[in-house]
């Protein structure tokens, strides 16, 4: 038998009444302090409310009356021979101990960690291969007026060379990702200097001044395969996804829905300023460098102006459009190191 005090509301009027509430066998016994029996209702037929720190509990029952009470242990045990158990106690059991609460963020933080390593760039690869061409276009377009109007001019280059480039890049391309649409231009742009990048729709952009440094149109095609493959392999849009979903994610972790919904809107300056990870840019110089010894060239030429970029280029702004590549060693090192590989070599040469 479990005997305690507790507050009696009978649902119309506010002030508690107090009574002691008796269990017996599975029923419970409401009683006035006078000895007065009030009501008598299976336990079954209660709900007792879940234990929440040391704040009282309820007991309610099918009238509409209830019962509150700070015995809590007397409630814990009532609570237990009605069958709540499991979900809330561990709630209440993580509530009390502060230890488990500092677990419990550790967990959350190593969540969050698993997310924005695997989940969410798996994500974003999914997402930027299945987007719609003309919403690429759109953002493309709108991408290239933001760095048209902030850096860039009309090209000043000859005709011919222009075609002679324009002519080696078809089949390049047709090579590297058959079947899909690119389109080279130029533009001159002091305040860069030598550089080249390319939007999701295909366009790949080069400046005069890069192509006034190049010594050997191998070189440039060293470039044009590295560009080409970051559009092969949707590293700009996956780059803008993978940031904005970070991004998401801690918004909504921290309640800050309003930045969610500005995401669509500034999409095509986040697609000028995201850049791309070094990652994305091993994989781009990995295409380019295998493309020039499967050609049977080397990739001494795409090293060269590599470096020739570091030495020339004039500032970086703040598009990482431009700037994101990685240190020109770095990637010279890279590029060594694949041409070396002669299982890789041969292999290619082959084929
Ligand atoms: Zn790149």
């Given amino acids: 038998m479990i005997m305690f005090k507790a507050s009696y509301f009978d649902g119309k009027r506010s002030c508690g009444l107090p ?24 336990l079954r037929e209660c709900e007792i409310s879940p234990p929440l720190g040391k704040t009282s509990r309820t ?16 409630v814990e045990t009532l609570w237990k021979n009605h069958g709540g158990k499991s979900l809330m106690n561990f709630v209440n059991c993580l509530e009390s101990r502060w230890k488990m609460v500092g677990i419990c963020l550790i967990g959350l933080v190593i969540f969050v960690l698993i997310l924005s390593k695997y989940a969410i760039p798996l994500a974003s690869k999914k997402i930027a291969f299945s987007l719609p061409h003309h919403l690429t276009d759109e953002l493309s377009r709108s991408t290239l007026e933001i760095l048209d109007y902030k850096y860039l001019k009309t090209s000043v280059l000859d005709d011919k060379v222009k075609n002679e480039l324009k002519d080696i890049f078809f089949v390049l391309h047709e090579e590297i990702d058959p079947g899909s649409y690119y389109r080279l231009e130029f533009r001159k742009s002091p305040l860069i200097g030598p550089n080249a990048f390319a939007l999701p729709s295909g366009l790949i952009l080069i400046t005069d001044e890069l192509v006034e440094i190049s010594q050997d149109n ?20 996956r780059s803008v996804f993978q940031n904005s979903g970070i991004f998401l994610l801690i918004s909504s972790l921290f309640g800050d829905v309003t930045s969610i919904t500005s995401i669509g809107a500034t999409l095509p300056t986040l697609l ?49 459009v431009f700037s994101s590549h990685p240190i020109a060693q770095e990637r010279v090192f890279d590029l060594q190191k694949l041409e070396d590989n002669k299982i890789i070599k041969d292999t290619l040469i082959k084929n």
């Fill in 19 to 42: 009574v002691y509430i008796n269990l017996q066998g599975a029923t419970i016994y409401i009683q006035s302090e006078d000895g007065l029996p009030l009501l008598s209702v299976p």
């Fill in 59 to 74: 007991i309610r029952f099918p009238n509409g009356a209830q019962c509150e009470t700070v015995d809590l242990a007397a």
């Fill in 218 to 237: 191998k070189e440039l095609i060293g470039i044009m395969a590295h560009e080409v493959a970051h559009v092969k392999y949707r590293h700009g849009l």
């Fill in 272 to 320: 000028a300023r995201s850049g791309y990870s070094r990652e994305f840019e091993r994989e781009a110089d990995q295409t380019a460098g295998l493309y020039l010894i499967q050609k049977g060239w080397s990739t001494k030429p795409y090293q060269h102006i590599l470096m020739r970029i570091t030495k020339n280029v004039h500032s970086y702004p703040e598009e990482s």
